[in-house]
Structures are given as structure tokens and as C-alpha cells.
């Protein structure tokens, strides 16, 4: 299956920061999503973006389909921020391989 | 976006029993949908794909025979955890797919304790 690769890890923001995450994929994909996972476990779709750019509020994401990347923005953040982002990819049988995810902290 | 709805959130069994969770997609057709398994601290694994009306399709590693899979409707599919143990324990998620969409759309979850 697809690999998903996700950086950083971890994020440590101050309140107000600007920030980007990164997710890269070994293969091409018809399905491309970001999802913030609440601490109740519960996965919220930000984006659905095999390709090209969204914007949502001070969330927007970008995907280069042809470099087997996207790119999460995170613009002045705030506390309700922190959780666990995911990257998950998925080739034409649509199956989302997921990524390690990146464990945000923003800090007031 | 689309909503699906798990149940139950969490429960707690006893070694040897069985467990059924419910998957439910409360306002699209779901031809397809998928059952995931997250360790604390990690990524979620996927377990299983099935289809309405087929047989569902396991992932390498994961058992069939402990591990059944039931999509008998566009709108349900359910997971049954056969004489759990408590490695069983983990945080299970389904999500959905349907409508023409490659988008997939997530439950909240059931949180499995096998003491």
C-alpha cells in the first residue's frame, strides 16, 4: 500500500502562531485527507484535497499531486489548535493508508 | 459533510465473550466501508474493507475468523470481536464511503476494554 510519511511529530506553538505540517505519499492518489483527531478520539475532516489548494477559516491545505506532497497551514492558532493532525492517502481502490500524524501543542 | 454514527462508544467485556459494533451511515448510501484499529499513542491500522452484500476483505495479519465483518445494508455494517481477550483491548473506528465520493467520512469510535 501507500506509505504516508508525516513532519514533524510534534509541534509546540504559542498561542498565535503560524504553522505548517507536511505529509508526504510514495505514490500517486485519488484520495488525499486531512483530519484533526479530537481527545475523544472522534476524527474531524478538515480537508479532502487529492490536489490543489483549500482554505477553511485560518486552516487552508495544499496538495502537489505531482511531488507526492501536502501541506497543512495552520494560521494563528489557538489552544482549541492542540490534538493530533492526520495525513491518509489512498490509491484507486480508495482504501486511506494513514500517517504517524503530528501531535500539536499550542500553549496560551 | 456526511455523518456516520458507531456504537456503542465504549465497553467493557470479559475475557471469552463476544463483542458486536455498529456502524451506521445516518444520511448517505454506503457501498463501501472500512474498520480501523488505533493503539494509544499510535496511527490507525486498517483491519477490513467490505462491501454491501459482499464478503468483506482482511487486511494481512488481521484474523476473519476472530474478526467478523457483516455490511448487510447500505446504511449498516457492524464488527464483531469473537472470544475477545484483552490484546483485543484497543480504540476501533469505521468510516464510509458512497455517493460517487473517494471521500471518507469517520465514526466517533468504541473504546474496547477485555478484562
Known amino acids: 500500500g501507500i506509505q504516508v510519511e508525516q513532519s514533524p511529530p510534534d509541534l509546540i506553538l504559542q498561542e498565535g502562531a503560524n504553522s505548517t505540517l507536511r505529509c508526504n505519499f510514495s505514490d500517486s492518489v485519488n484520495n488525499l485527507q486531512w483530519f484533526h483527531q479530537n481527545p475523544w478520539g472522534q476524527l474531524i475532516n478538515l480537508f479532502y484535497i487529492p490536489s490543489g489548494t483549500k482554505q477553511n477559516g485560518r486552516l487552508s491545505a495544499t496538495t502537489v499531486a505531482t511531488e507526492r506532497y501536502s501541506l497543512l497551514y495552520i494560521s494563528s492558532s489557538q489552544t482549541t489548535d492542540s490534538g493530533v493532525y492526520f495525513c491518509a492517502a489512498g490509491p484507486n481502490d480508495y482504501k486511506l493508508s494513514f500517517g504517524a500524524g503530528t501531535t500539536v501543542t499550542v500553549r496560551a | 459533510g456526511a455523518v456516520v454514527s458507531q456504537h456503542p462508544s465504549r465497553v467493557i467485556c470479559k475475557s471469552g465473550t463476544s463483542v458486536k459494533i455498529e456502524c451506521r451511515s445516518l444520511?448517505?448510501?454506503?457501498?463501501?466501508m472500512f474498520w480501523y484499529r488505533q493503539f494509544p499513542k499510535q496511527s490507525l491500522m486498517l483491519m477490513a474493507t467490505?462491501?454491501?452484500?459482499?464478503?468483506?476483505?482482511?487486511e494481512q495479519g488481521v484474523e476473519k475468523d476472530k474478526f467478523l465483518i457483516n455490511h448487510a445494508s447500505l446504511t449498516l455494517s457492524t464488527l464483531t470481536v469473537t472470544s475477545a481477550h484483552p490484546e483485543d483491548s484497543s480504540f476501533y473506528i469505521c468510516?464510509?464511503?458512497?455517493?460517487?465520493?473517494?471521500?471518507?467520512?469517520f465514526g466517533q469510535g468504541t473504546r474496547l476494554t477485555v478484562v
Open positions: 468510516s464510509a464511503r458512497g455517493g460517487g465520493s473517494t471521500e471518507a467520512f
Open positions: 444520511d448517505f448510501q454506503a457501498t463501501t
Open positions: 467490505s462491501n454491501e452484500g459482499s464478503k468483506a476483505t482482511y
